[in-house]
């Protein structure tokens, strides 16, 4: 099986730390990404790990979608959601991610 490519928005808030403890507890390294390197690698040098960061403006569609690839997890604890998860979204779905999900039966067309 393909290994994929975690990326792990949000990884300093509550809820991110806690999915990025979980991720590690299971042997998966992920890609930090976030608005401030700085506090992503102390993240990192607390829980006595080296993990690749990536610092972008998560609300930025532009700067989600150079960072992401169609085979990558995208994991995103930001939030709210309603407010800052579009981008994610949008960044996603332009990687190739919408394709991936209609072939493996995820994603099928709304029935009205």
């Known amino acids: 099986m393909e290994q994929r490519r975690i990326l792990l928005l949000g990884a300093t808030g509550y809820t991110g730390q806690r999915v990025l403890r979980e991720l590690l507890a299971r042997g998966q390294a992920p890609t930090l990404v976030g608005r401030t390197r ?42 709210p959601f309603l407010q800052l998860g579009m981008a994610t979204v949008t960044a996603a779905a332009q990687a190739g991610a919408l394709p991936r999900l209609r072939r493996g039966g995820i994603l099928r067309p709304a029935r009205l």
């Not at 990192?44 to 989600?64: G, N, W, Y």
Request: charged share 25%; net charge negative.
């Open 38 to 79: 700085t506090k992503m690698l102390a993240l990192a040098d607390r829980l006595e790990v080296e993990l690749p960061v990536a610092e972008v403006k998560v609300t930025s569609t532009a700067d989600l979608a150079r960072l992401l690839e169609p085979s990558d997890v995208v994991l995103s604890t930001v939030g």
